[in-house]
């Protein structure tokens, strides 16, 4: 009984085409709080976790007083046709492809902080998709350039809990090559103590060893070669980055990394 229900949730949710998520997810969320129901995992997309999803619902709900923008503002050097598709198509809708221009140009030469508030939660909902196409780098530099920290605080809030359930997902979650790199690097314009809140990769779970691992190998050769990480997206200067490279000189993280490849060997 319990299958044929959550199949046919599944099949529900498959034919809403993602319009409308964002208030369906919010409710369902509230729901979840209040201990009406519990958590609904086929609500979850491409590699996130229930955590992610249910910040998502917060973000979401944080943001729906946003409308939606009548133009977005270009520079002259750019074309306002190429950005029509972003108001004309649903939000919950719009892919990762459809961004890009958007995201490379938003506060430079296309749009502000009314289109960039609006599109926000859509963004990191792609953000969170595993193998997502959506630079997560660019996206939180740009949230930087928002000044997100001086945002209402309810949105605030659950940008911040998106962030603390990104983090707590290197333990819970194997993310796929090149991911963990992503993330550190994105994670690093937002969270300035991200050093210090790394303890979910050295906690011995199978999604953790996995983690760390792709981690290290996306960045041991320059961090062996030139004591630094690989991203092209890390600043010139970078106390996080500066951070990060100690963090991988630690004790603990170098015996971590060594046991996890002795663990494979056998």
Known sequence: MVRILVRSAVSVWGVLKRKGRHKIRAMITALCMKKWISYMPWIDCGGMTESISTALGHVFAAFADVECPTEIEVSPVKKAEDYQVLLHVPRESLNAEQFSGYLFGVFHTVGGAEDFLYFFPRLLELAAENGTEILRELLFQKSGLAEWRLWRSDRVVAFQAYLTAVIESFSTY????????????????CVEDLDCQLEGLMSSSEAANHNLIELYESNSETLLKRNALRNPFWPASSRVHDRIVTWFSRPGV?????????????
Do not use: F, G, T
Not at 174 to 187: F, H, P, Q, V, Y
Not at 254 to 266: A, E, H, M, T
């Open 254 to 266: 170098v015996k971590r990394i060594y046991d996890i490849y002795q663990s494979r060997d056998l």
């Open 174 to 189: 194997s993310w796929s090559e090149d991911e963990m790199d992503s993330w550190i690097c994105a994670l690093s314009y």
